[in-house]
């Protein structure tokens, strides 16, 4: 039911954009659901552009396990877009991609960003530590993040060791954001993002200073963030 409040912020957002819209999207477990249903309605994209988070180092579109063919399976083969965007994992060199993906979001303000929640509470592939002002950038990815990741890959050594990630600044610079969150292992993190203190410690604990945010959570995942359960 998470995913289809979603959707209808979607459809909103294409009601009230009267040009061309730009969505910021993720990839991971966690949209899967909103993709399907998206693929699934009568909404239309072919006047949107797509701007993804974050890309692996390394992997091509291809590759089962980059976020370009992430996109492709989940969305874009369903639903066409005008024009999608996604850092290149075959650029090895890392400031010619980030500044092109800079010029991307620069020329492409994000209308609505999807975002997903590491257990660590990193958004996007900006991991702990990340400062709030950056932009695109070449990521080390944590063991954390490795491990929690290694799910979709044969063995965890497959999982790449670096990744491309808007950053921060990028992510903020959105109109609208939604984060989504499922499941007991985000709960600690979901309890971060609304209650803690604003660190770099904590990427997404920013988004408490973002003037729009909407945060999708499932039972489990509010657990922490939960008032005194009602007695009856
Ligand atoms: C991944 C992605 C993020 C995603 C997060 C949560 O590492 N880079 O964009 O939001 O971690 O993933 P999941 O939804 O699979 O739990």
Redesign the pocket.
């Given at each position: 039911e998470g995913a289809n409040k979603g959707v209808a912020m979607l459809q909103q957002t294409l009601k009230d954009c009267h040009e061309q819209v730009v969505f910021g999207l993720?990839?991971?477990?966690?949209?899967q659901t909103l993709y399907r249903l998206l693929s699934a309605s009568q909404l239309d994209f072919s006047r949107c552009i797509a701007i993804n988070?974050?890309e692996y180092v390394g992997l091509d579109q291809e590759n089962p396990q980059s976020y370009a063919y992430y996109m492709n399976r989940h969305l874009f083969s369903k639903k066409p877009f005008q024009q999608t965007f996604i850092p290149n994992g075959m650029n090895r060199n890392a400031t010619v991609e980030t500044q092109r993906y800079d010029q991307i979001l620069d020329r492409y303000p994000i209308d609505l960003q999807i975002?997903?929640?590491?257990q660590n509470g990193?958004?996007?592939?900006n991991e702990p530590g990340t400062p709030f002002e950056s932009t695109t950038h070449e990521v080390q990815l944590t063991e954390s993040?490795i491990a929690?990741?290694a799910r979709f890959f044969a063995q965890s050594t497959d999982v790449p060791r670096s990744?491309y990630s808007m950053g921060i600044k990028s992510i903020m610079a959105a109109k609208q954001i939604i984060i989504m969150a499922y499941g007991k292992a985000?709960a600690a993190a979901v309890k971060k993002l609304v209650l803690g203190p604003v660190t770099t410690a904590v990427p997404a604990s920013i988004l408490q200073q973002h003037p729009n945010v909407t945060l999708i959570v499932d039972e489990a995942a509010a657990d922490q963030i939960k008032k005194e359960k009602v007695e009856n």
């Open positions: 993720a990839t991971g477990g966690t949209p988070l974050d975002l997903g929640l590491g990193h958004i996007g592939f993040t929690a990741n990744a985000k």
